[in-house]
């Protein structure tokens, strides 16, 4: 059985992501790592602690991770960032505030060990900026070699950026820690707004969730409608909201879920194109690589397993 590691920005799609996990048999999640973005970290923490009571799984810990980029000593959210996901991360829905408190040793520190532990059955699914994992990746170097997959949820190869023309959210946050990651050899997966763009959810799916008449149903379908809401006001093109973060948990455990090409790649860190992930032309005739970068997706398979799965995790 595979084990899990979620890193995460806890906004909207990201609570959706831990659903998607803990609604998964085939893998364990084992932890989370709380990161800056859609919310500061402090806030994002408190998010994955008190989701992870709603739906019942208050064993698995949450540690903290870094605060601000590699590059900067301060995050201060986007005000679209606060559009999307609210000013709280969760579409302004009030939790109840889980009974217990952040573990106290280093979200780095765990990824190392858990890596060290688990080796090729260690999933590492990072939705939120690469920060954490690439200072894990100078802290210990070995673990380049010992992970079994990074499914990152960042990026764009095939479309446009989704904050400027040519960058994604997740890498903009910190392009020197993106490139670092994509630049190692660890077997990577990246989940792009090629294909997350494709699988979208409306109210009419939401509305399944409240009709459940439990806590975690309603209280998602509240959060999840806020979210909605932003997209109809950020994307109207798209006809709802996008899967982003679940969609790269799924893919994790379930590659077939997407198709890829194979393709070494850097992310743009100066001026400009700050945050582009793009081929890399000085490794562009090496026929060695570990990446992998989504350009379709089954949406509809997805879009079904996300709806059977989250239904059933919310009956209880
Ligand atoms: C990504 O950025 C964040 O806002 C979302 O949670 C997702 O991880 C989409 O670009
Ligand atoms: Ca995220």
């Known amino acids: 059985k595979y084990k899990m590691i979620l890193d995460l920005d806890t906004g909207i799609d990201d609570a959706l992501a831990i659903a998607y996990a803990l609604a998964t048999p ?12 859609n919310v500061v970290t402090s806030r994002g923490v408190q998010n994955s602690l008190d989701l992870l009571e709603l739906l019942g799984h208050p ?18 959210v986007m005000p679209v960032s606060a559009q999307i ?3 709280n991360g969760v579409g302004e829905v009030s939790l109840k505030q889980a009974d217990r408190q952040v573990e106290t040793g280093s979200g780095v520190d765990f990824l190392i060990s858990a890596a060290h532990q688990y080796q ?11 920060t954490n994992l690439a200072a894990a990746l100078d802290k210990d170097p070995e673990i380049e070699n010992l992970i079994g997959n990074v499914t990152l949820m960042g990026g764009a190869l095939t479309v446009p950026g989704n904050v400027t023309p040519v960058t ?8 020197q820690a993106a490139d670092r990651v994509f630049r190692s050899s660890l077997p990577l997966t990246m989940v792009g707004l090629d294909v997350t763009t494709r699988t979208l959810l409306t109210t009419r799916e939401t509305q399944q969730w409240r009709d459940l008449g439990t806590v975690a149903g309603q209280k998602y379908a509240e959060i ?4 909605i809401d932003a997209y109809k006001v950020t994307s109207p093109h798209l006809g709802g909201c996008a899967l982003h973060d679940p969609l790269a948990v799924a893919v994790a455990v379930e590659p077939d879920l997407i198709s890829t090409i194979y393709l070494n790649m850097k992310v743009d860190t ?3 194109f700050a945050g582009r992930t793009i081929g890399d032309e000085t490794r562009i005739n090496d026929p060695a690589t570990q990446t992998q970068v989504a350009v379709n997706v089954d949406k509809e398979r997805f879009v079904q397993e996300f709806m059977t799965k989250l239904t059933e995790l919310f009956k209880n």
């Open 120 to 130: 090729k059955d260690l999933l590492l699914v990072p939705t939120g900026p690469l």
């Open 224 to 227: 999840v409608d806020f979210y």
């Open 59 to 76: 064993e698995v810990p949450v540690y903290m991770g870094a605060n601000h980029s590699s590059t900067t000593d301060h995050f201060d």
């Open 85 to 87: 996901h609210g000013v």
């Open 168 to 175: 994604e959210a997740n890498i903009n946050q910190d392009p």
């Open 26 to 37: 085939e893998t364990d999640l084992i932890g989370i790592i709380g990161s800056y973005g």
């Open 270 to 272: 100066k001026a400009s």
